[in-house]
């Protein structure tokens, strides 16, 4: 109801705008269409969603979701959602002495490789500078789910 309306007062402000002799863009009128075309443009996009029944709605979220887990996936990222289920072993450090009173949680992946740990720029999982911790501090392995510290 309200688009039709809308689209009547549109027809009515192009129309006195087509009427009157003034060419300026910038008139009141030419205004007041583009104003009204805007409107109409938004009450339409509202009344479309608002037809669409659950089970549409339901199919658009989940391509939306799919597309939204692809794109990520191709950037190189993961939703919390996604890697929730899947447990890696991973290095911790918890300490009480105030000078090493940092919390870190590395993933170390499957691959057999040795993987540096320390405040070098080189190392592959870099450590914060504190007492105890080397340029390389330790050296790790996942090997089939253990991990192995030298």
Same mark, same amino acid.
């Given at each position: 109801q309200e688009v039709q309306e809308l689209k009547q007062q549109l027809a009515r402000a192009k129309a006195s705008v087509k009427g009157g002799s003034s060419d300026d863009e910038s008139s009141p009128d030419t205004a007041e269409v583009e104003d009204l075309s805007d409107k109409l443009q938004a009450a339409e996009a509202i009344a479309a969603t608002e037809a669409k029944d659950w089970k549409a709605l339901k199919e658009e979220e989940g391509k939306m979701g799919r597309n939204r887990i692809l794109t990520m996936e191709k950037?190189?990222? =993961? +939703? =919390?959602? %996604?890697?929730?289920? /899947? *447990?890696?072993?991973?290095?911790? &450090?918890? %300490? /009480?002495?105030?000078? $090493?009173?940092?919390?870190?949680?590395?993933?170390?992946?499957?691959? !057999?490789?040795?993987? +540096?740990?320390?405040?070098?720029? !080189?190392?592959?999982?870099?450590?914060?500078? !504190?007492?105890? *911790?080397?340029?390389?501090?330790?050296?790790? =392995? &996942? /090997?089939? !789910?253990? $991990?192995?510290?030298?």
């Open positions: 950037i190189g990222m =993961r +939703s =919390r959602a %996604s890697t929730a289920p /899947e *447990v890696f072993p991973y290095l911790a &450090n918890y %300490s /009480e002495d105030p000078h $090493l009173a940092f919390t870190l949680v590395f993933h170390v992946p499957p691959d !057999g490789k040795d993987h +540096s740990a320390g405040s070098s720029d !080189g190392c592959d999982f870099t450590l914060p500078l !504190g007492l105890g *911790v080397a340029d390389t501090t330790c050296w790790v =392995r &996942n /090997e089939g !789910g253990r $991990l192995l510290i030298r």
